[in-house]
């Protein structure tokens, strides 16, 4: 009994070194709201939800992350947007102030509304969103995740806004070990397809 101990001791033991010696990290996922292609930096505000299927990117204050050294643990470059939710069923827009650092809220009611539009919809195949029409003091967005094309009124507050208020950067999730410098990172919105 105590030689089959000790076989299972020694067997396991690589097992044991390894994980022992394994280097602690973490993993984090947030939205893109800047990103400086020239120093490889993203600034991203987390994700509080922990989970990618609805992220809830809500923690002040953004962080700066350095892109992977290596360029081979990396996916798609991001885009980056001030816009943090698009909540078709609530209707509501969040999006991250970069003037006051704040999180706000716009609440909306829509002027025109479409479901079921897939992205390969000509209503919104080659369009460029979102589409702001001073004139009329509408917002049109869309969303590939909710397949909706919602057209909303602003007031002028909101038209004087910069246009990436409405733009939504990409969610990337990233593995690191000294914080603010990524050893691997995702772009999720590209490779999932899941931007809101």
């Known amino acids: 009994m105590a030689k089959r101990g000790l076989l299972l001791l020694l067997a396991c033991a690589p097992l044991f070194f390894t994980l022992a010696c394994a280097k602690p990290g973490k993993v984090e996922q947030g939205r893109v709201i800047a990103y400086d292609k020239q120093n490889g930096v ?8 922990g989970g ?3 992220p809830k990117n809500d923690v ?3 962080i700066r992350v350095k892109i992977p050294q290596d360029r081979s643990e990396m996916g798609p470059l991001p885009d980056a947007g001030a816009r943090l ?11 991250y102030d970069r003037a006051s650092g704040t999180i706000k809220t716009l609440a909306y009611a829509p002027v ?16 460029r969103f979102p589409i702001i029409d001073k004139e009329k003091k509408t917002v049109t967005l869309y969303s590939s ?10 007031t002028d507050e909101f038209l004087a806004m910069p246009v990436e208020i409405w733009k939504a950067g990409d969610d990337v999730r990233y593995f690191f070990e000294t914080p603010g410098q990524a050893l691997r990172m995702m772009n999720v919105t590209k490779t999932d397809v899941m931007k809101g």
């Open 42 to 49: 993203v600034t991203v505000i987390r994700d509080s939800s």
């Open 52 to 54: 990618a299927e609805k």
């Open 60 to 62: 002040l204050p953004p």
């Open 85 to 95: 939710l698009f909540d078709t069923q609530a209707r509501k827009v969040v999006f």
């Open 112 to 127: 025109g509304e479409l479901a079921n539009v897939a992205k390969d919809d000509p209503r919104v195949k080659g369009a």
């Open 145 to 154: 995740r909710d397949k909706k094309l919602v057209t909303f009124g602003v």
